[in-house]
DNA sequence: GACATGACGTAAT
DNA sequence: TATTACGCCATGT
């Protein structure tokens, strides 16, 4: 029930921008509780939701890496869905947070 | 309540 | 830079 937090604030994320677990997480009012947002996205794979799980990234600027282990086609689709949301993405799955790093608080 | 699990994070090696 | 180790915290058994 506590995952209904994340997902609120993963829902935040505005097109064009990505956020990191810790991030989320500390958004959501649980600093240290990153693991609890994969967790949490995790219950999300193949249900009907309207949470973008793509815009939430692993450790500082990289996708993770986990994603492409339970679900191979998962880090492609993520790539292109932020790709056409003009979030720019490398080969690794790198992304810029300085220049498309969700910044909330307005 | 103890124990195991996990789309993570940071520090140490 | 890659691996390993450990910490953190919510869930489920």
Excluded at 8 to 24: K, L, S, W
Excluded at 96 to 105: D, E, K, M, T
Aim: glycine share 10%; hydrophobic share 40%.
């Amino acid at each position: 029930m506590g995952w209904e937090a994340y997902y609120r604030v993963v829902r935040r994320i505005p097109r064009g921008r990505v956020a990191t677990y810790g991030q989320v997480a500390l958004v959501a009012g649980k600093p240290r509780a990153a693991r609890q947002v994969g967790y949490a996205l995790s219950a999300l794979r193949g249900t009907s939701h309207r949470i973008p799980w793509q815009r939430v990234l692993g450790s500082r600027n990289r996708a993770s890496a986990a994603i492409s282990i339970l679900d191979p086609m998962g880090s492609a689709v993520q790539r292109a869905l932020l790709e056409d949301e003009g979030v720019e993405v490398d080969e690794r799955g790198c992304v810029s947070l300085a220049r498309f790093g969700w910044r909330p608080r307005r």
